[in-house]
C-alpha cells in the first residue's frame, strides 16, 4: 500500500467536499469460478439448467448475471438445489445514463456451504420484473424499495406500493439524476401538503444554508454586543453598538481586566497555525 | 408571586397577586409535554424524564395525547412524510400551547440537507424556543424548559396568537 497522494489544504474548506464527482473506483480483479471448489460446481449445475450470461469470483465472492426473465426460477433453484436459502438484500442501481436500465442483483447466503452468491440481472428501462416475495418473504419489503426508490415495476408483486417516501411523492430519489435538495415538489412537499399552495409566497423557500443568520430577524436571532427584545422591528433604526462592559471594572476586589492586546495575524502566521 | 402579604390578627396570612400571574405561575409550572421523539435527541428527552434529571420536579410530565399536553418538543429529525402528522398533532393540542424545537434537526435540518428532510420545523408550526445542540444534553433541555416558564410568566395570561401581543423582557 502507498501513501495517500498528498493535496494542498489551503482552502479545503471551502472547496467542494467531493471534488471529482464522476470518479469510478477501481474494480477489484475477478477469478475464475473454478478457483473455487463449492462455487465451481455450483456454476456446473446453474449452466446445465439456465444461461448463465457471465460468472466470476470477486473478492471471495461468487457473481453471476443472469437474464432478467429467468430470476424467479434460478433464485428457486439456488434456494432449494444449492442451498442458498437465504436472501440477505436485494436492491437496484441505476445504470440509466450509461447503458439505458437498471442492475437488479440479489445477495444469497447458503449456511450449509457458508457461501454467498450475488445475482445479477441487466433490466432495460421501462421492463418489468417478476417477484421473488413467494420464494423469500423479505423480497416484498425489498421489492418495494425498489419499486419506491428506482420506480421499477414488479410483477405480480402482492402489495406493490411506495414504503419510504410518502404515497403522493413525486419522481425516485434513488435515480442518479434526481437532485439531492430535491426536484421543485419535493422542496414544497409539506407546504402544498399542509398549507396548499397558496402559502409558498408566505412561507418562502427552504433555507438550505445552516449557517445562515439574519441580523435583522430578531424572533430567532439573537444579536451580540447590542441585545434588543425578541420582536423588535430594527430594519430602520439599528441600534448603535453598546459598550463591552465587564464586571471587573466595578471595583471586584482584588480582580482585574486582562487588558491584552489583540493582535491581528498576518496571512502566513495564519496558516502556519 | 406574591405582591404584597397582609396578615389580619392571628389568622392566616394572605396574599394579594393579580390574575395573569397565579394564572401564568400554574401554567409555568405544570408545563405538561406531548412526547415527541423523533430521532436520537429523543433519547436525550427520555433521559431528561427519567429519574437523573427528573423533570417532574419541574411539573413536566411526558403525555403521549395532544390534548393533555402544552408543550411540545419537538426531539429529533422531522420528516416531510410526517410533517403532516405534526401539524394535525399541533392542531390537536388546546391552547395555550408552546413548542420547543429540540436539536439542530428540529431547527434547520441540521445536517441533513437532502429532499426528504423538513429545512427547520417552523415552516410547518410555530416554533417558540430553538434549542441548538446535536444531540443537547438533558441539561439544555431543562434550562429550554426553565427559558419556556419564563417567557410564560411574562406573557399576559389571555394570550391569543392571532393578536399581535406586545412583548416584554
Known sequence: ?273 | MAQHQVKFGNGLPVALTTVDKIVNWGRSNSLWALTYGLACCGIEMMASGASRYDFDRFGTIFRASPRQAEVMVIAGTLTKKHAEFIRRLYDQMAEPKWVISMGSCANTGGMFNTYSIVQGADRVIPVDLYLPGCAPRPETLQYAVMMLQKKIRREPANRNRNIPQKRFI
Not at chain 1, 79 to 101: C, I, N, P, Q, W
Not at chain 1, 111 to 129: A, E, N, S, Y
Open chain 1, 1 to 273: 500500500m502507498s501513501m495517500r497522494e498528498y493535496k494542498p489544504k489551503d482552502n479545503v474548506q471551502a472547496r467542494a467536499y467531493y471534488t471529482d464527482r464522476f470518479y469510478v473506483a477501481p474494480q477489484l480483479s475477478k477469478l475464475s469460478p473454478n478457483s473455487d471448489e463449492i462455487y465451481n460446481l455450483d456454476v456446473i449445475k446453474l449452466k446445465e439448467n439456465f444461461e448463465i450470461l457471465d460468472a466470476y469470483i470477486q473478492k471471495d465472492e461468487l457473481v453471476i448475471y443472469i437474464n432478467s426473465f429467468d430470476n424467479l426460477k434460478i433464485l428457486k433453484f439456488l434456494r432449494d438445489d444449492l442451498t442458498y436459502g437465504f436472501l440477505m438484500e436485494m436492491s437496484a442501481v441505476d445504470f440509466l445514463a450509461k447503458r439505458d436500465g437498471f442492475e437488479i442483483f440479489y445477495e444469497m447466503l447458503s449456511q450449509v456451504k457458508r457461501k454467498r452468491i450475488r445475482v445479477k440481472t441487466f433490466l432495460k428501462k421501462g421492463l418489468t420484473i417478476e417477484t421473488v416475495e413467494n420464494l423469500f418473504r423479505s423480497a416484498n419489503f425489498a421489492e418495494r424499495e425498489m419499486f419506491d426508490m428506482f420506480g421499477i415495476q414488479v410483477n405480480n408483486h402482492s402489495f406493490l406500493k411506495r414504503i419510504m417516501m410518502p404515497d403522493d411523492w413525486h419522481g425516485n430519489p434513488l435515480l442518479k439524476t434526481y437532485p439531492l435538495q430535491g426536484d421543485e415538489s419535493a422542496q414544497w412537499y409539506e407546504v402544498d401538503k399542509i398549507f396548499g399552495k397558496d402559502a409558498r409566497e408566505i412561507i418562502g423557500p427552504e433555507i438550505r444554508d445552516s449557517a445562515r443568520v439574519d441580523r435583522y430577524d430578531t424572533e430567532r436571532f439573537s444579536r451580540l454586543g447590542h441585545e434588543v427584545s425578541k420582536g423588535t422591528d430594527i430594519y430602520k433604526s439599528e441600534p448603535s453598538n453598546t459598550a463591552v462592559q465587564f464586571q471587573e471594572k466595578g471595583g471586584v476586589f482584588l480582580i482585574k481586566n486582562l487588558n491584552k492586546p489583540q493582535k491581528i495575524l498576518t496571512e502566513k502566521e495564519r496558516r502556519d497555525r
